[in-house]
């Protein structure tokens, strides 16, 4: 066991108090969202349509997504708190990534037996086992501060995440109407940016006490139990997505070739994402950045991509979801190289971080759209296991190797190695072009629509 330098909540609480933005921001964020919610869920508008009357309902949506909202703030606020603790106990900076990536472990492990246990038990549930999961391990968080047993819990959380999200994501995807679809992934990714834009600022919360911010997200958590327990599934619908899923597991190869563009952006988000909430706060205290300042630098970027998040999806329709992928990862890729030489001003960082976050923000979602795009529906099951594996194995590596990064080079090296990642997706799409049109071709047309 690490023993601390020095006591974990005086020097961090006074620090925020100093430095960082007023607690009473955060809670105004969250009233302005929990009532917002509550007005949308008030309306319970079903879509009228021949074929999806019995499985689309707008009350259900915004159920789902106040659930990936409360979830994306968990991770939000865990990531850069414990991170937080631990360099102020002295942990080395690849140790720590590596307990940040520990969440992200638990998410990858799950993943693979998400399609069976939602074929098996439906969305409600698996949507309940894992808040339930995450509450639990939430609410154990303070009684503890030994690194390898945050690890566990962090691991333990990322498990119920990935159960939830996929289930949340497949039940979406699968039974918003055709036309609305890239517009419901745009505002579930929206509402997941919400949320985890609003976890770093939970930090803020300290000033109040050490552990008031895990206490708030952990009630939190038990109000959004409560309210995804009115949830109703059609068994009808999940009887019929499991047998799709029995059809199309053996062709994981074939989603690869038709879809691999496609899928990549699920990896490059979950690494970006992750290793800026896991490193940003030990980057930033090494350059002389306040820990105010650094939840709002990566709320900022947050906020960015919500900013752009629908305008993005509803450019896709238009333009094409690959041609605005390249586009936004090309620009991207010059903006993360330009963030070291930002360093350590506070402002321009976060004009950066804005402007950055809005761009490649969105990165995920739309290429969640854009595998729609490509396949039928009978591989989606599939695809979306896939994309949340590459998430996790994204997000799992991000933390650990920005670690290292900061350990061998110092901290502007990871910025230089995610603005590589993101210029090598630009290439792969580019030279990938004619396999994707090949695999296509022998899809129905109406399947090829790739926008």
Not at 30 to 59: N, P, R, Y
């Amino acid at each position: 066991m690490i023993e601390p330098k020095t006591p974990l909540n005086r020097p961090l609480a006074e620090k925020v108090v100093n430095n960082g933005v007023p607690p009473v921001l955060f809670y105004f964020v969250l009233l302005i969202f929990l009532s917002s919610t509550i007005i949308l869920c008030g309306d319970d508008e079903k879509v009228a349509d021949v074929d999806m009357s019995q499985t689309w309902s707008m009350k259900r949506f915004y159920i789902l997504v106040f659930v990936v909202c409360i979830t994306g703030s968990t991770q939000g606020l865990l990531i850069p708190l414990l991170t937080t603790f631990l360099e102020e106990r002295g942990v080395s900076a690849d140790v720590n990534g590596l307990s940040a990536a520990a969440l992200y472990v638990g998410i990858m492990i799950a993943s693979p037996l998400c399609a069976w246990m939602v074929g098996r038990y439906g969305y409600k549930k698996m949507i309940l086992l894992g808040l339930s999961i995450t509450t639990v391990a939430v609410g154990l968080i303070p009684l503890f501060t030994n690194i390898w047993v945050w690890s566990a819990l962090r691991f333990t959380v990322g498990i119920g995440d990935s159960f939830l999200h996929y289930a949340t994501q497949l039940w979406i995807t699968s039974t918003a109407l055709p036309n609305e679809r890239g517009k419901r992934i745009s505002q579930y990714g929206f509402f997941y940016g919400l949320g985890f834009g609003i976890g770093p600022l939970g930090l803020n919360l300290l000033s109040l006490g050490e552990n008031v911010p895990v206490w708030t997200m952990f009630a939190l958590l038990v109000v959004t139990i409560g309210l995804a327990m009115q949830l109703k599934e059609d068994q009808e619908k999940v009887t019929s997505e499991k047998r799709e899923e029995k059809a199309a597991k053996h062709h994981v190869a074939v989603v690869y070739r038709i879809g691999l563009v496609a899928l990549c952006p699920a990896m490059l988000y979950g690494f970006l994402e992750a290793s800026l909430a896991g490193n940003f706060p030990v980057i930033g205290l090494r350059e002389g950045i306040s820990k105010g300042w650094i939840s709002v630098l990566i709320s900022a970027f947050v906020w960015g991509s919500l900013v752009f998040q629908i305008p993005l999806g509803i450019l896709g329709d238009k333009i094409g979801r690959k041609r605005l992928l390249m586009a936004v990862c090309a620009l991207g890729a010059v903006g993360m190289f330009l963030i070291p030489h930002l360093m350590p001003n506070a402002w321009a960082l976060f004009v950066a971080f804005s402007l950055i976050g809005g761009l490649i923000g969105s990165i995920f979602s739309l290429g969640l759209a854009y595998v729609t795009d490509l396949l039928p529906s009978r591989y989606l099951p599939t695809a979306n296991m896939i994309a949340s594996v590459h998430f996790s194995l994204g997000s799992m590596l991000g933390p650990y190797t920005g670690g290292l990064l900061i350990k061998g080079w110092g901290g502007h090296a990871l910025f230089y190695l995610i603005s590589a990642s993101l210029a090598a997706f630009v290439l792969l799409a580019l030279v990938y072009r004619h396999a994707e049109a090949s695999e296509s071709s022998s899809l129905p047309v109406q399947e090829k629509q790739i926008g």
